[in-house]
């Protein structure tokens, strides 16, 4: 059985940083784009940033450049969201992702199309 698991969110002020982990079992998703998604309350859910399978290429959310950086470890079958300089509309549910077969880490944030969902870490920013 697939299972995604996220760990890392909680409270912090505005400036502050987190690190998210996802944590995948069930199977290996080394050839697989991997994304973070996340999702405020009374919002849509909305894409943050992706890699592709190898780790080499990387697309964000323009909201998140410059603060947000993702990797992965195919060894550790995990993959990692380094947020810094949050800021207040940060706030949310952020959730791991895995992209649908060959898709590209640019086209798993334009399409948000995703095989498997984990059940999501909140983040939450104070001002």
Same mark, same amino acid.
């Given at each position: 059985?697939?299972?995604l698991?996220?760990?890392? =969110?909680?409270?912090? *002020? !505005?400036? @502050?940083?987190? #690190?998210?982990?996802? /944590? &995948?079992?069930?199977?290996?998703?080394?050839?697989?784009?991997? =994304?973070?998604?996340? *999702? !405020?309350? @009374?919002?849509? #859910?909305?894409?943050? /940033? &992706?890699?592709?399978w190898?780790?080499?290429?990387?697309y964000?959310?323009?909201?998140?450049?410059?603060?947000?950086?993702?990797?992965r470890?195919? /060894?550790?079958?995990?993959?990692?969201?380094?947020?810094?300089?949050?800021?207040?509309?940060?706030?949310?549910?952020?959730y791991?992702?895995?992209?649908?077969?060959?898709?590209?880490?640019?086209?798993?944030?334009?399409?948000?199309?995703?095989?498997?969902?984990?059940q999501?870490?909140?983040?939450?920013?104070?001002?």
């Open positions: 059985q697939v299972r698991e996220e760990s890392g =969110g909680g409270l912090v *002020q !505005a400036g @502050g940083s987190l #690190r998210l982990s996802c /944590a &995948a079992s069930g199977r290996t998703f080394s050839n697989r784009a991997m =994304g973070w998604f996340r *999702q !405020a309350p @009374g919002k849509e #859910r909305e894409f943050v /940033a &992706a890699i592709n190898s780790g080499g290429d990387t964000y959310a323009d909201s998140v450049k410059g603060r947000f950086t993702i990797s470890d195919n /060894a550790k079958n995990t993959v990692l969201l380094q947020m810094i300089s949050l800021k207040t509309e940060d706030t949310g549910v952020y791991c992702a895995v992209g649908v077969f060959l898709s590209t880490a640019q086209t798993m944030g334009v399409t948000g199309r995703s095989d498997y969902w984990g999501g870490t909140q983040v939450t920013v104070s001002s």
